[in-house]
Every structure is written in structure tokens, then in C-alpha cells.
């Protein structure tokens, strides 16, 4: 019997499961994809937002708030990146400056920190802001992170300690017996946490009629290459509108820049395939900034947020079904919420529930990624000296050595897919997308896993390697 089981393994989940780690709990997560961070988590703009923006009395306010300030101690916690480069809202004349002023009303009320300046002064630091952009709310507290590197990490640690983790596990069926939930007819858990996105009204409806419904929210965006502050230093934004905050250029913590995304209403909870979407982006960031390298352009991809009909997110035990837990609905700021909403849900409805649990007396922490980007060369020849492969370089373009990509695949939570590795240490995100080194990340990835090259799969969708007839010595 588990004590607790997730459904999803996004980044809330996960990081329900870590808090939930550090308890004597027998804690089990449940992902339908090969990996961890898939749906919304490993596709969004990746910021921290200050809080300036939800609408009063709401959920996403609230946790908004509460989550900007856990961040910064959460992502040293787990040894990953995060950045506080602030953001810019742009506003292009009378209008959107009255939409603004509200902006800083909010401000006041929530104690979030801002400044205000004129269209000119923000050029003087921003000189790619648009001509026409009169006024500027800046907004120091916004970061930027790395989602799946966070979700992962999290993950990592939490299984380091107990947690147990179930990929391309598909949960088909679930009713209630007496005091626990049966699942897929095998597995039984005393309490039910459903954390599954785009499809939580669907998980929900295995039990009874879904108090809300889920309607996929797609939002597409461009990557440019490596450009370092070069293009913007903020994050910079258009006035919010009725679809969420709009187009946004978003430097991210790896050194590219994000151009999105659209808002488009999905029938299909799964596509995540982009389109007239990227049309729409070119024709709205133009209102905000100018001179876009389109030619350092590398990659689109799209990603889908899972609103939900109530407008705001959906987080409470059911009202029908004891030890079943809702954390739905959560789309923008749903990556900022994160840490407050699972510690809400641990600390205020999981564990009243389990009184006579204690913190563990020892718990693991993980060890970072080997980033050899920021070593030192001393630091770089004592890795190569004790093992060889930190010297054989795979990918050029992000400087990923094959140890580094050894090294993610045999951690806990480790990857077991070409896009596995690339979101762990980053072969294949950088400028030829993978046309050089994939060849030899399905290699290591063979030899690691003890599979052959034509059973690796590029990504956790379940799409195969190309080359069927594909020789052990590719």
C-alpha cells in the first residue's frame, strides 16, 4: 500500500514530491510520458513573475506572490540556475500607459517592488525597445530559470530519499475502495494527488462528474541563439490583455532569447506542434521591441497551458472523495505558484492526514549537473584525471563532453531519450540542433542503457531513432 500517489510529474508534482520526501511516507509518482517535465512544464517562458499582474482575490494571486519569494532559496537548494534580471512592461500611448498605472496600483497594494520610466529612459538601458513604447513599469523582482532543470532536480532529490517514480505509466482506470484508491486495478494508495495538467478533468472523471473542465491553451515561440544580454537584458512585456500577458521577449538563463508565445484554444490536449502561431508572434513583438535577429533564429517549439473554466487554479481536497486531491488549472503563473502550491498542499492538506509521520533525521541531497562551462581549468583537468570521458567533447556548441552526458543518464530521475539529455546538459540546444552530435548521444545513450541504437528513443512521445536498420558501430 502507498501512502501517497501523484498523477503527473510536472513541475508542481514534483515538487510536491520532494517536500513530501522529507517525511517516513511511502510517496509514488505516476508520469504516462518516458520523462519528467513533458506538457507545460518542459514549454513555457520560463520567468519568475514578480506578481504585479493577477486579479485581485485569486489563487494565481496569492500564489504568485507567495512563489516569487520562494524561488531564489528553492533553486539554491536544488543547485540550479536562477537569475533576478527584472522585467520591463512596455506601454504604447495613452491607453496602455492607463492600463499600466493600474499595474502600479497592484504594485502598492502586494508590495512588490517596481519603478517607473519614461519610453526614453528605458532605451538608455534597453536600446532595442521600441520606438513607439512611452512608458515603462520595471519590475526588479522577475527572474528566469530553467523549468526542467528544476522539475528534474527535484525529482532527483526526491527519489534520492525514497520517493518512487513511474514513467510511460499510463493511468487508465481509478475507483475507491473503503480507504484507499485502486488504480489500473494494481496499484493502492491511501491518498490521490491529481497534478496531470491538460488532462487533470480526465483523471478526475474516472471518480466522478470534473468540477471544471480543461480547455488546452496553445502558445507557440521561437529560440534565438546564444546572444548574452546583447538583444535585451529584461524580460521585456506588452500590457496584459484578455489572453494572458502576450508576446514577451525573455532572455533565459542559458544565454538565448525566447520570442512568444500566442494564445490559441486547442481541441486536441496533446499538440504541441507549431504553426500560423509563429506569423502572429512576428506581427506583436514589434509593439515592444526592435531590431530582431531573426537570423540567429534556431529552433521554434510550442507548448500548451491547461486553463481551466474557472478562470483560476483549482487547488483543494474534493468535496465528494475523501484523500483526493485537486491541483488544477495551473497555467500562467503556474511556474512561479509552484513551491507555494506544493507547500500548501503538503503542509495544509497532506499531512494533517498522516499526524504521526515524522521528518526523516537524514535526508540526501543531490549533486549538481557538472556544468564544464563554469569550471575552472584545474577543476576540468582533476575531472578528466579521473575519468577521461570529461575530455571527449560530443557537442560543440554547448561544450557537452561525453562524461557530463554519462553523467545525467545514471542519475536517479536520469534520462533515457536523446531529449532526456539535451534537457539535462544541453547537447542539441545550441546552434546546428543536435545535426552533429546526435548520432553520438543515441550512442552513449545505447551504451548506457544497454540498448540497442534502434530502441532509443529521441523523445518522450515515443518517437524512435530514424535509422531502422541502424549498426551498433553508427
Not at 46 to 57: E, L, N, T
Request: proline share 5%; hydrophobic share 35%.
Amino acid at each position: 500500500m502507498v501512502d501517497i500517489t501523484i498523477i503527473g510529474a510536472g513541475i508542481t508534482g514534483s515538487l510536491i514530491a520532494h517536500n513530501l520526501s522529507k517525511f517516513n511516507l511511502k510517496v509514488l509518482v505516476l508520469e504516462r510520458e518516458s520523462d519528467v517535465a513533458e506538457g507545460s512544464t518542459g514549454a513555457n517562458s520560463a520567468m519568475i513573475h514578480s506578481g504585479h499582474d493577477p486579479k485581485p482575490g485569486t489563487l494565481k494571486c496569492r500564489y504568485n506572490l507567495l512563489g516569487n519569494r520562494m524561488f531564489p532559496d528553492l533553486c539554491k537548494e536544488l543547485q540550479v540556475a536562477y537569475l533576478p534580471i527584472g522585467a520591463y512592461v512596455a506601454a504604447v500611448g495613452e491607453d496602455e500607459e492607463a492600463t499600466l498605472d493600474k499595474l502600479i496600483s497592484q504594485c502598492e497594494e502586494r508590495d512588490v517592488p517596481y519603478e517607473v520610466l519614461s519610453g526614453d529612459e528605458a532605451r538608455k538601458i534597453e536600446p532595442n525597445l521600441s520606438d513607439g513604447v512611452t512608458k515603462v513599469l520595471s519590475l526588479p523582482t522577475t527572474g528566469i530559470i530553467s523549468p526542467w532543470e528544476v522539475t528534474i532536480a527535484a525529482l532527483e532529490e526526491a527519489m534520492l530519499n525514497g520517493v518512487e517514480l513511474k514513467l510511460n505509466y499510463e493511468v487508465k482506470s481509478i475507483r475507491k475502495e473503503n480507504d484507499h484508491f485502486l488504480i489500473n486495478e494494481e496499484i493502492e494508495t491511501k491518498v490521490l494527488i491529481n497534478c496531470a495538467g491538460a488532462h487533470c478533468d480526465e483523471i478526475t472523471s474516472m471518480l466522478r462528474e470534473s468540477p471544471y473542465k480543461v480547455i488546452a491553451r496553445r502558445g507557440e515561440y521561437f529560440v534565438l541563439d546564444h546572444l548574452n544580454g546583447t538583444f535585451v537584458k529584461h524580460v521585456i512585456y506588452p500590457v496584459p490583455g484578455v489572453m494572458g500577458k502576450g508576446v514577451l521577449a525573455v532572455p533565459t538563463v542559458h544565454g538565448n532569447v525566447l520570442l512568444g508565445p500566442n494564445a490559441e484554444d486547442s481541441e486536441d490536449r496533446d499538440d504541441d506542434s507549431t504553426g500560423k502561431g509563429l506569423d502572429f508572434i512576428k506581427t506583436q513583438i514589434t509593439k515592444t521591441v526592435k531590431n530582431i535577429p531573426y537570423n540567429k533564429m534556431i529552433h521554434t517549439f510550442a507548448g500548451l497551458r491547461p486553463h481551466i473554466d474557472l478562470n483560476d487554479f483549482y487547488i483543494q481536497e474534493d468535496d465528494q472523495i475523501e484523500n483526493f486531491i485537486h491541483v488544477a488549472g495551473i497555467e500562467s503563473p503556474g511556474l512561479t505558484s509552484a513551491p507555494a502550491i506544493a507547500k500548501d498542499v503538503v503542509e495544509g492538506i497532506v499531512m494533517p492526514k498522516f499526524i504521526d509521520c515524522k521528518v526523516k533525521e537524514e535526508y540526501i541531497r543531490r549533486k549538481p549537473f557538472i556544468n564544464m562551462t563554469e569550471m575552472s581549468d584545474e577543476e576540468i583537468n582533476k575531472l578528466i584525471e579521473k575519468d577521461p570521458d570529461f575530455g571527449l567533447l560530443i557537442c560543440r556548441c554547448e561544450k557537452v563532453s561525453k562524461g557530463q552526458i554519462k553523467d545525467v543518464i545514471n542519475r536517479k530521475c536520469g534520462a533515457t531519450t536523446v531529449k532526456g539529455v539535451k534537457m539535462r546538459c544541453r547537447p542539441g540546444m545550441g546552434r546546428c540542433q543536435g545535426g552533429f552530435c546526435e548520432p553520438e548521444v543515441v550512442k552513449i545513450l545505447s551504451h548506457e542503457l544497454n540498448k540497442k541504437i534502434n530502441e532509443i528513443e529521441l523523445d518522450a512521445k515515443g518517437s524512435y531513432i530514424y535509422m531502422a536498420d541502424a549498426k551498433e558501430d553508427l
